[in-house]
């Protein structure tokens, strides 16, 4: 059994400060704060399903990708639940930030407020042209739609927890139902 690494204190984090932490650790840097995640197997079906959903019509120059850490600034490297970038950044991390064309963030009890403020301000301020927020904690999963508006800040341009169709970043389906359905199935007691 290995032990749970001990990180040095700090009140805020900056990019430079990240070389000290353990290279396995998967972390997030968000307006300066550390955030060590640790994802249920319920929140990471979803992402593997929306990732599944995202990349059926993706062009061959894209990807999708889960769990990637984007460089956005000193005080800022996310990293969404799921995201696309350019094919040609498949070996790097973190990834340019400048090239994601969408990047997606499932809620959990402890990231509401950060996936729907502050990540969303993060995102548009890095310029990323569409951000959506998936939101199981309810009884029906949520898709919240986000574009970029001329001022970079995020407009919504869809909520529901029904078929969810879109033309960005290309031609997408998602059937909120189904991961509902999913969501239940996975949580239900055995044998029931």
């Known amino acids: 059994m290995t032990a749970a690494p001990i990180l040095p204190e700090r009140h805020e984090w900056t990019v ?20 060590v995640p640790s994802p249920t197997a319920v929140h990471q079906d979803l992402c593997v399903r929306l990732l599944l959903a995202v990349e059926v019509n993706c062009p061959p120059e894209y990807l999708v990708s889960i769990d990637l850490s984007m460089r956005v600034d000193r005080r800022n490297e996310p990293r969404p639940d799921v995201v696309v970038i350019r094919r040609s950044h498949a070996n790097r991390s973190p990834v340019p930030v400048e ?14 407020f950060r996936d729907m403020y502050d990540k969303a301000k993060v995102y548009a301020h890095a310029g990323i042209r569409s951000y959506w927020v998936v939101d199981p904690l309810q009884e029906r999963v949520t898709l919240t739609e986000y574009t970029l508006g001329a001022n970079r800040e995020y407009e919504q341009a869809a909520h529901t927890e029904d078929l969810f169709v879109t033309e960005r970043p290309w031609k997408v389906s998602v059937d909120l139902p189904a991961l509902t359905t999913r969501k239940n199935d996975l949580l239900a007691p055995d044998g029931e």
């Not at 064309?101 to 009890?109: D, K, Q, T």
């Open 16 to 35: 430079d400060d990240l070389g000290e932490l353990p290279k396995d650790l998967p972390y997030e840097l968000i307006n300066g704060r550390l955030i």
């Open 99 to 112: 090239d994601a064309l969408l990047a997606v963030e499932v809620v959990s009890p402890t990231s509401t």
